[in-house]
């Protein structure tokens, strides 16, 4: 006689199964209807994992809850790095985008015909070099009074620093390579020699613009026509082929900060008139409380 014939035989046999008693959980042979479980019971945590084995009985065994890689703990990642390489990605896309305008606005000059402005503009870039130009000026304006001179001197002291912070400061830290005239067809009736130092920033531009600003603080109505020529000196330099656009845009404003810095150096040095009345000063006799002592 089976277990389906004896009444309570079979539910009695299935509460009495370790799992039952542990989980409430009925556990069903081969070809008999599943007991539902007792009401109430409470299942203990992780006993519905069972292996996939049967037992000696056919019954499935019940396993202990394993960690999982998913419920292993994971290392708090760094958010300052984090951030911090998020930041250094960011700026290195701007970076590329743009030398890539730089690169596009170089082309773009290379390849526009200009056969009148070819030649023009090779003899100014050529004349600009060591400042040749900037010089001749400050000759010229020494010679026409007072205040001119003194917009001389204060634009050869701005060619200086300017020379000085782009060719042993600006080229030697930056080091970007010279244009590829040939790869960007550049025409032969523009070249001038190409120079072998960096590209990085216009050097020419530089002490271009710092004479025209320093001059023209000092006599105002130099300021528009030093300003169009320093000007147009940048542009050769890039019409020739020699400078991305963005080494001259670089050395103007390097230009600019040095016309400052030799403003600023002139105006904290006495002048020739200030100097003579306090030699003349120090001839004057010292007075005391107990009269004139002789100084």
């Not at 992780?46 to 292993?72: F, I, N, Q, V």
């Not at 080229?171 to 970007?176: E, T």
């Not at 400078?243 to 030799?262: C, E, M, N, R, T």
Request: aromatic share 4%.
């Amino acid at each position: 006689m089976s277990d389906d014939a004896i009444p309570g035989r079979r539910s009695a046999d299935v509460r009495s199964h370790p799992v039952f008693r542990l989980t409430g959980v009925a556990v069903r042979r081969p070809g008999t209807r599943e007991v539902p479980a007792r009401r109430g019971a409470e299942r203990a945590p992780g006993a519905s994992r069972y292996l996939a084995g049967e037992g000696h009985c056919g019954e499935k065994h019940m396993t202990d809850p394993t960690t999982t890689d998913a419920d292993a703990p994971r290392p708090l990642r760094n958010t300052q790095d984090s951030a911090g390489a998020r930041g250094r990605r960011l700026l290195g896309a701007v970076f590329a985008d743009l030398r890539a305008v730089d690169g596009a606005l170089y082309a773009a000059v290379a390849a526009t015909p200009t056969p009148t402005l070819d030649r023009a503009l090779r003899h100014l870039s050529h004349a600009a070099d060591h400042s040749k130009i900037s010089f001749g000026i400050a000759a010229a304006l020494a010679l026409a009074g007072k205040r001119p001179r003194r917009a001389a001197f204060a634009g050869v002291g701005a060619i200086a620093v300017a020379s000085a912070s782009a060719n042993l400061l600006g080229k030697r830290l930056v080091r970007r390579a010279r244009p590829d005239r040939e790869a960007a067809r550049v025409t032969v009736d523009r070249h001038v020699k190409m120079p072998t130092s960096a590209s990085f920033p216009s050097g020419h531009t530089a002490s271009a613009v710092a004479f025209a600003t320093a001059v023209g603080v000092v006599l105002p109505p130099a300021a528009v026509p030093l300003g169009a020529l320093a000007s147009a000196v940048g542009y050769s330099r890039v019409h020739t082929g020699v400078h991305y656009p963005g080494d001259v845009a670089a050395g103007a404003v390097l230009g600019i900060a040095s016309a400052a810095a030799a403003l600023a150096a002139a105006a904290a040095t006495p002048s020739a008139r200030t100097q003579a009345l306090l030699a003349s000063a120090r001839q004057w006799p010292r007075i005391t409380i107990g009269g004139l002592v002789r100084g």
